[in-house]
């Protein structure tokens, strides 16, 4: 596998369900990160793991619940949601090295979430 | 406050038709800029990025994109669109305030009739 892969591509869930996206990088990286993209909005930055730690939570509700057990894998573990987080999730990941460096970020292809 | 407008929700071109999509940004700093290209059902797929020197830069797929300091914009181009290339576009800018992020624009939706 090369670049960054999402599992499940698909998912359709209850609003009492519990379930959990998986990304996978296999491109180094150091820092990864979860964005939503819903129809008709910009894509909105959730969450930043740099060096497994947790930098940015960009006022997510806490039934979005993410996990980074190394710089390789990130999860994000979902319970209790609402329609409206029905939406495409995209993880992405970067090096970040020099301080004020912005480096590309490599997109996997997401996974499209329906909630009932 | 950081912001990324791309002005065209949709655009249609013929094939073979030259192609310009348009973004400006807002940034009081040095920006990084970049172009993604995202097909349905797929996620986003870097064109070109900008990060200093040569303002014309070149990316994947035939595109590039003009970087103009004075006017904000880092509109993309292609000289000849190909029916493979409908998609959505997007245009980002890179922010460094605290942890490394990236703003993006709405997207443009782009058809291409043959």
């Known amino acids: 596998e090369t670049g960054v892969t999402q599992t499940p591509r698909h998912l359709v869930m209850g609003m009492t369900n519990k379930k959990s996206l998986k990304c996978e990088q296999h491109l180094g990286h150091n820092a990864m990160y979860w964005y939503k993209q819903s129809a008709k909005k910009p894509l909105e930055l959730m969450f930043v793991y740099n060096f497994k730690e947790q930098t940015e939570n960009n006022s997510v509700p806490s039934r979005f619940s993410p996990e980074c057990p190394n710089s390789s894998h990130l999860f994000l573990h979902l319970h209790t949601l609402q329609p409206e987080d029905s939406a495409l999730y995209l993880c992405a990941s970067s090096q970040e090295g020099l301080a004020g460096r912005i480096d590309t970020q490599y997109f996997g292809p997401g996974t499209r979430l329906t909630v009932l | 406050a950081q912001s990324v407008t791309q002005p065209d929700i949709h655009i249609t071109v013929s094939e073979g038709a030259s192609l310009e999509l348009r973004c400006n940004y807002s940034?009081?700093?040095?920006?990084?800029l970049f172009w993604y290209v995202q097909s349905p059902g797929q996620g986003l797929q870097l064109l070109l990025k900008y990060f200093s020197g040569d303002t014309l830069v070149q990316g994947i797929k035939g595109f590039e994109a003009e970087f103009k300091r004075s006017q904000s914009s880092f509109n993309l181009r292609k000289p000849s669109v190909h029916w493979s290339d409908a998609a959505e576009y997007f245009c980002a800018v890179g922010v460094a305030s605290g942890t490394y992020k990236y703003i993006f624009g709405t997207g443009t939706r782009l058809k291409v009739l043959a």
């Open positions: 940034y009081g700093a040095t920006p990084y």
